[in-house]
């Protein structure tokens, strides 16, 4: 009995064993699932696309019962399927984005005048704000709902021999192979589209700012480290408006010359209509902050310094940030919201001038 019973269970263990181990590649708690998720975020792929060929055209004759020798009747080719993008929202990166991609190729003609099947198209998705570039230049800006774009087409179908059938020249025998569909390597770049972009050096509290102004829940911690992907979160005004801020990860020092991860974060505040310079008030020239981070952004883009900004010191929690206000506020001009994400102090200030900014900027 004893045996049986071991032999059952080894038995048991042999057709069930996800029971002891999990064999699931998906994380097991939403912790991990959420590590995951940022470890994989993909703002940038290289994908190679290829149209279908056309199908052939087809010879063929006609034979009826008593006509052994009757006219043509060779049907043309199929055309082949190409390969669009498509904008969805659901979408945040690149990352279910494939590295080729083949459209589907058309099916040769038939007797009795009969047209082979069109490939497909294939549709492939990407989220808003995708860029496709062909050799450094921007081919397709796709940043509208629904927005759709062929980047390659199909080739043409094949003519049959009824096509070159003619009154003098009754039974041809020729017939056209199909083309070959458009091949093009391109790449694509995700641009964060908002209206509103956080920058900022590391470890000024761009993320706890995010937090406290919108329902996002970017990282945050006790201890110094930067974001490494970019959050966006909605802010909500008295009269049911709606802006998107983005919170783009820490800018360094030489980020215009591609320094760490520069231009992966520079090209996120492209799409930004108004900046909001987000400053450490417990240094005590959070002046040079400023100048730093203008200069990176004129480096990399020249119009990015002249769009509508505003200055947020932060931190003002900290005891020498009184002194740091002022000494900003004699070295810009733009306007400047003292407050605390960390206690959530005059929050709701900075989010009424916001709103004014981005009306006087036409964002809303």
Known sequence: AKHVSEHHSLAFRLCFPCRWVSTSPFPQCKADWEKSRDRKFIDRRRVRLRGGSGGNGCVSFRRDTGDRTG??????????GGVAFVTDPLLRDLSSLKTGYHGA?????????????????????????????????????????????????GGEGGFGNAVFATSEYRRPLESTEGSEGEERLLEAELRTIADV??????NAGKS???????????AVAAYPFTTLNPHIGIVYGDAGQQLAVADIPGLIEGAH???????AFLRHIERCRVLLYVLDCSDPA?????????????????????????IVANKMDQESSERSVASLR????????PVSALNRWNIQPL?????????ASKCL
């Open 330 to 337: 004699q070295h810009s001009a733009l306007p400047i919201v």
């Open 208 to 218: 706890t700012l995010l937090r406290a102004i919108s329902r996002a829940k970017p």
């Open 286 to 310: 959070p002046h040079r902050q400023l100048e730093l981070l203008q200069f990176e952004l004129h480096q990399y883009n020249p119009s990015l310094c002249s769009r509508a900004s505003l």
């Open 257 to 263: 010359d591609n320094r760490g991860l520069g231009h």
């Open 105 to 153: 190729n058309g099916e040769r003609g038939m007797a009795a005048y009969k047209v082979g099947k069109s490939g497909k198209d294939i549709e492939v998705k990407v989220p808003l704000g995708t860029v496709l570039k062909e050799n450094g230049s921007v081919v397709a800006d796709l940043s509208s709902l629904g927005q759709r774009y062929l980047a390659v087409a």
């Open 197 to 202: 972009g956080l920058v900022g050096y590391p």
């Open 71 to 80: 006219p043509t009747d060779g049907g043309n080719g199929g055309h082949g």
């Open 351 to 359: 989010i009424g001038m916001m709103f004014d900014i981005c009306a």
